[in-house]
C-alpha cells in the first residue's frame, strides 16, 4: 500500500476471522463478534475496504467503500454482511454456502488522480471511474485474474460505472489510480 502501515500476518488473520465470524454468528442469531482496537495501531485508522466473497474461484459479493470512515474493525463486519445479502448481483448468502466460502479483504490506500492508461501499473493499481454522475472501482485483483492490459483495464472500469469504455476521455471525467492490501483466509499468514 502506498500511505500506511501494511497490517501484520496476525491483524491480517484476526480481521479475516471478524468477518467470519461475523457472518457465523449472523445465520446463528447472534451478536456479531468484537475485535478490541488500539488506537495506537493499524486497526484504529479510518480506512476503505472491500470484503470479496468466492466460493472457489467464482465470485459470491463484493461490497466496499472508498471512503475512509470509521475503524477498520468495526466496518469489516459491515461489509462482510453486505457482501452476503446486499450484492445486487447474487442472491443472498445461504447458511449452507458458509463452509465452502473464502473471505478476501483489500485494505485501501488513498486515490491519486491519473490522467490515463500509460499510469497504471497492473497488479498494483485498482481503478476508480467517475463521469456523468456515474462512478464504477475495480479492485487491483481484478485486472490480472481477467488477463486486462492498462487500456483494457481503464475500458472495463468505465463499463462498471455503466459508461462508454472511453468515458475517462470525456471532458469533466475524472479517473483515479490506488493500491490496496490484499489478503485472504488461504494465505493470511503469508
Request: charged share 30%; aromatic share 6%.
Amino acid at each position: 500500500m502506498n500511505d500506511r502501515a501494511a497490517l501484520t500476518p496476525e491483524a491480517r488473520r484476526a480481521l479475516l476471522g471478524l468477518a467470519r465470524g461475523t457472518l457465523e454468528a449472523h445465520f446463528r442469531g447472534g451478536p456479531p463478534p468484537r475485535l478490541a482496537s488500539d488506537r495506537s495501531d493499524t486497526f484504529g485508522q479510518a480506512r476503505g475496504l472491500f470484503v470479496t466473497l468466492r466460493r472457489g474461484e467464482e465470485l459470491r459479493g463484493c461490497i466496499g467503500t472508498v471512503a475512509a470512515r470509521g475503524e477498520i474493525t468495526r466496518i469489516v463486519s459491515e461489509y462482510a454482511l453486505r457482501a452476503a445479502f446486499e450484492d445486487p448481483r447474487f442472491p443472498p448468502l445461504a447458511p449452507e454456502e458458509l463452509p465452502g466460502l473464502t473471505i478476501e479483504i483489500s485494505v485501501l490506500g488513498a486515490p491519486r488522480e491519473i490522467s490515463g492508461p500509460q499510469d497504471v501499473e497492473i497488479g498494483r493499481d485498482g481503478l476508480i471511474v467517475e463521469a456523468g454522475g456515474r462512478r464504477g472501482l475495480l479492485l487491483p485483483q481484478v485486472a490480472p485474474e481477467w488477463g486486462f492490459d492498462a487500456p483494457t483495464f481503464v475500458a472495463e472500469v468505465c463499463r462498471k460505472a455503466g459508461l462508454p469504455p472511453d468515458a475517462w476521455r470525456a471532458e469533466g471525467s475524472r479517473l483515479w489510480a490506488f493500491r490496496a492490501e490484499v489478503f485472504a483466509e488461504d494465505d493470511a499468514g503469508e
